[in-house]
């Protein structure tokens, strides 16, 4: 990491950073108040995670050299606190791409380091965990319901209701909408003779969710083993 920044210090006093990272999700969102922006979380060596955003006017500029999974040198980054719902990490600042920023190829951070960080079902059920922040969870999917289509905004869409149990039985209820909940469904009908192994983004919010059945990871493995 020698020349690199680590993601921990980044702060907003300067733009001149230099951070070797691993785009760890990609989306691209669009709202009334920001247009078309391009979404990311990125990780560092040390394991630590900064969100992300290049602006409508720069997305054109940016989009060719960017994509989930790969690992990239980013120079020149101005930082802002990072604030609302919906957060992606527990940085205190969030990165905004500049028209000068530089964006490099440089060596891949292992693939081991995937920012998947899965937190206690307890946690989430009492309360404990800040409801402004995204979370991560792993489990055995062992009740769910049949796909239905409901009427939201004045437009159909779907939606599934899941349980899962962790390693101590504990239960948590999870409801996905839109393409998630026809993902995991179809899923669900290939793989009735196995255990279903479920990680996501615990709040189904926009494209930011992810969800992977079965996943190859250390995480997963080690909680099927058990």
Request: hydrophobic fraction near 40%.
């Amino acid at each position: 990491m020698a020349g690199f920044n680590p993601v921990a210090d980044l702060k907003p006093f300067k733009s001149m950073w230099k951070i070797r990272v691993k785009i760890i999700r990609l989306w691209k969102q669009f709202t009334a108040a920001g247009g078309l922006t391009i979404e990311m979380v990125l990780i560092d060596a040390n394991g630590d995670k900064i969100h992300a955003t290049v602006k409508k006017e720069l997305v054109n500029q940016f989009d060719i050299f960017l994509a989930e999974g790969k690992t990239k040198m980013m120079i020149n980054l101005s930082l802002n606190h990072s604030c609302g719902s919906y957060r992606t990490t527990n940085h205190l600042y969030k990165i905004s791409f500049l028209a000068t920023t530089r964006v490099k190829i440089c060596e891949d951070l292992p693939r081991a380091i995937n920012g998947f960080q899965p937190v206690n079902y307890r946690e989430i059920l009492d309360g404990t965990l800040n409801s402004d922040h995204l979370v991560d969870v792993i489990g055995q999917v062992v009740e769910v319901s049949q796909v239905d289509v409901l009427s939201v905004n004045g437009k159909d869409t779907q939606n599934i209701t899941l349980e899962l149990r962790d390693l101590e039985d504990v239960r948590l209820p999870l409801v996905l909408w839109g393409s998630f909940a026809s993902d995991v469904s179809n899923a669900m009908q290939t793989r009735r003779d196995e255990a279903l192994i479920y990680d996501r983004s615990i709040s189904n919010a926009y494209n930011v969710s992810d969800v992977s059945l079965n996943p190859y990871m250390t995480e997963v493995e080690e909680f099927k083993s058990k």
